[in-house]
């Protein structure tokens, strides 16, 4: 691998909850994927001498698991419409979630340099997946951390930091099912997310200018992930300080 010309390609997925629970909050949470999307594109204009940012954005009810898009570059990915999220029926939490880890991990095992930052958003429990279990998801899950992914569960109406927990996902957030809450959630993510894109730019600034050989695979997947921890407390820290 040359790292001279090599960029991290960066898949960010968002798996955002479309139960019926999710209807009293319908415009906020369409507006506040579209503020992450801009924070993406952001990102891939700041950094894009190191990175390719990516983006796929699945919405889940009982009736429907829908790719909205799916690796889309960031800059063709389009803004979220009402006609797009429409709330209704049961969360099958657990079948959104397997579906779309195990086609991301599909197309990211023949890259070599890549990261897949995941966002779960959700206001429910699980209550009507039929093909994954919570045991199921919990070892992909901690599976493909060991592969450098990344993880945030969001969560209204439970203990998100429990259910979190119990699916082997350290980041995690509780966000009161309203429209400040699920855009102050968003916003919060958003920080992170840039902070972790700030941090493996300045990895790969300094790979470029060092005469080392590259990181073995295995080292870079524990790096990616110890950067996105280290974000998520970085931004944890200064909301104590700010609250």
């Known amino acids: 691998m040359d790292k001279k010309n090599t960029k991290t390609q960066v898949f960010n997925v968002i798996i955002l909850d479309r139960s019926g629970s999710m209807q009293s909050i319908r415009d906020a949470a369409i507006d506040s994927f579209n503020e992450t999307l801009a924070g993406i594109r952001k990102a891939q204009e700041r950094f894009a001498d190191t990175q390719q940012h990516f983006v796929s954005l699945l919405t889940f009810c009982e009736c429907e698991k829908k790719y909205v898009f799916d690796k889309v570059p960031a800059k063709e990915a389009r ?113 992170t997310h840039m902070n972790l894109f700030s941090r493996l730019a300045q990895l790969k600034q300094n790979e470029f200018e060092s005469d080392a050989a590259p990181m073995t695979l295995s080292e870079r997947n524990a790096c990616y992930s110890s950067m996105a921890d280290a974000a998520f407390d970085e931004e944890e820290n200064i909301n104590e300080l700010t609250h």
């Open 79 to 191: 803004p979220l419409t009402k006609k797009d999220y429409q709330p209704c029926c049961c969360t099958p939490l657990y079948d959104a979630m397997g579906f779309t880890l195990t086609s991301m991990r599909n197309h990211v095992n023949a890259i070599e340099d890549h990261i897949v930052v995941v966002t779960i958003i959700t206001d429910g429990l699980e209550n009507a997946s039929k093909e994954y279990t919570s045991t199921a998801v919990k070892k992909l899950v901690e599976e493909l951390k060991g592969e450098g992914w990344t993880f945030t569960y969001m969560g209204a109406n439970q203990n998100a930091v429990e259910i979190a927990f119990t699916l082997s996902i350290r980041n995690s957030c509780n966000f009161a099912a309203t429209n400040d809450g699920i855009h102050n959630i968003m916003a919060k993510d958003s920080s």
